[in-house]
């Protein structure tokens, strides 16, 4: 009777944890996850799951695996669910911040196939960069790729390679190449969140980014220059940094070291950037080339950049014509004396501004501009002379001389005759003869004035020269016939010898 009554209170249910009961003590070995077996024993398996509870936190940190399960990095792709491919592949990432000794191939090895493995992975649009992957892909690229670059040891201090200098390339570039291609396809994701991924992608790693376009390695800067120019395009947020950051480079490599190995590259991009500039321009954007492109031209290994540097300068041209005369100002403040490969650059590049100057911006400028000019004319090195004489084969150019011919004409006029006159190279001599032309047909009266007016400056210098020639005949005759007046002048004394006896 009395157990029919008990039988009726609800039981009481058996515990189905494992640690809520010491008491099943049986040899039961279910299957953990990934094939990893453990004997059910009470306290013995907790602390095995505390062990592996630490080994995990080891490799995948807390704020990464916080939520997700830890899946074996060395699996593939291929071996796990879709569900779990997300954290196998921030796992991945995660295995790859470690730098591996070149004394260990078969970690080289590994390390590559699973980098590859990765760059696979993204490229086939199944990755999605939630915030972990986001920061396992930032921490993976900053660890293998921003390190310090060792002295440069090279014999000139030009700031980069040279023609005559095969450029150098670094060892580990088979494993960097990887990373970068990672990096770019990262940056290049159609689905990246850049609310988030900017977090990552922030200052501190646009900085050492731009650190490494100091590389020696080609290579590396190609990389480099397809990265900034696709960060500079989708983090808006970012640009005003990085213009300022290159802008302090250039200051840098101006006004103190005048070495750098990637300032064609960083003006390459800038190129473009400026061509999308809004009109009308800001403030900003004209300091930078007045401060920064213009100050450009000042040091020795301009001809690595100076292709680069012209687009930039035409660029802003391109954008205010009124820009023109201040760019010119900047050329002839930084216009090479003694460099005549270097004065053949300035000359083309002239050349390029001249072709977009209004007839306004050119008044402003052109007194010194062809007084310059007139140097080049009578320049000894035949290159120079003949690159300043071209200058007349350019329409623009010659329609610009032609409306103000009364101010250009009488500047470069002696020089010109003095081309005619004595100058040792024949083409400079043919090229100054069809200027000559060029300005007869334009104002013959012009032409005959100033070589009147030329004669008149000739007689008087030859007149002065007489004059100065007399003078010094006179003062070298009186000072014949003056006697020569004895000074005060005491012999030096010699000493005395005296013999020693020994």
């Known amino acids: 009777m009395l157990k029919q009554i008990l039988s009726k209170f609800p039981r009481k249910p058996k515990s189905e944890s494992v640690d809520s009961t010491g008491s099943d003590s049986g040899n039961n070995s279910p299957n953990l996850g990934g094939g990893f077996q453990c004997t059910i024993g009470g306290s013995s398996l907790t602390s095995k799951l505390n062990v592996v509870k630490r080994v995990s936190s080891a490799v995948f940190p807390a704020s990464i695996s916080a939520g997700a399960e830890v899946v074996e990095p060395h699996l593939s792709f291929k071996e796990v669910s879709n569900p779990q491919k997300q954290n196998l592949f921030v796992s991945k990432l995660n295995v790859c911040c470690e730098l591996i000794d070149s004394s260990d191939p078969v970690k080289q090895d590994l390390k590559r196939e699973t980098l590859i493995e990765l760059v696979d992975f993204v490229s086939s649009g199944s990755a999605k960069f939630t915030e972990p992957a986001i920061s396992a892909m930032c921490k993976m690229c900053s660890t293998n790729l921003f390190r310090v670059f060792p002295p440069k040891y090279r014999s000139n201090f030009t700031g980069g390679e040279t023609e005559d200098e095969e450029p150098m390339f670094d060892p580990s570039w088979s494993h960097l190449q990887i990373v970068y291609d990672l990096l770019v396809r990262f940056i290049s994701y159609s689905s990246l969140d850049i609310k988030v991924a900017k977090k990552h992608v922030d200052h501190s790693f646009i900085v050492r980014l731009l650190d490494l376009f100091d590389s020696e390695d080609p290579r590396e800067r190609d990389c480099l220059k397809t990265i900034l120019h696709r960060i500079y395009g989708k983090f808006m947020v970012h640009r005003p940094f990085i213009r300022k950051a290159v802008s302090n480079i250039i200051y840098r490599f101006v006004f103190e070291t005048e070495k750098h ?44 950049y100076h292709q680069q540097l012209t687009y930039c300068v035409v660029q802003f041209i391109e954008k205010d014509p009124k820009l023109a005369s201040t760019v010119i100002k900047g050329l002839l403040k930084y216009w090479p004396v003694t460099n005549s490969q270097k004065e053949l650059m300035f000359l083309s590049e002239l050349e390029e501004v001249l072709e977009m100057t209004s007839m306004d911006e050119f008044q402003k400028i052109m007194v010194p501009l062809f007084r310059r000019i007139r140097c080049c004319l009578n320049s000894s090195h035949y290159q120079v002379a003949e690159r300043a004489h071209l200058l007349w084969n ?70 002065a020269a007489e004059k100065r020639r007399l003078t010094w005949e006179r003062l070298e005759t009186a000072a014949g016939v003056q006697p020569v007046v004895a000074c005060n002048f005491v012999a030096p004394i010699k000493p005395s010898t005296y013999p020693v006896v020994c």
Not at 276 to 303: Q, T
Not at 395 to 422: D, K
């Open 261 to 304: 190995n990637g300032m064609s590259e960083l003006l390459e991009i800038f190129g473009s950037v400026i061509s999308g500039f809004a009109l009308p321009l800001k403030e900003e954007h004209k300091i930078f080339l007045w401060r920064a492109l213009i100050p450009l031209h000042k040091p020795k290994s301009v001809g690595i």
């Open 394 to 463: 350019n329409e623009h150019i010659l329609n610009l001389i032609g409306h103000n011919r009364q101010v250009i004409l009488p500047l470069v006029f002696p020089a010109i005759e003095r081309n005619t006159q004595n100058h040792w190279n024949q083409a400079v001599l043919n090229l100054t003869l069809n200027v000559r032309k060029m300005f007869c047909e334009m104002d013959e009266e012009l032409v005959l004035a100033c070589q009147c007016k030329l004669e008149e400056e000739h007689i008087r210098s030859s007149s």
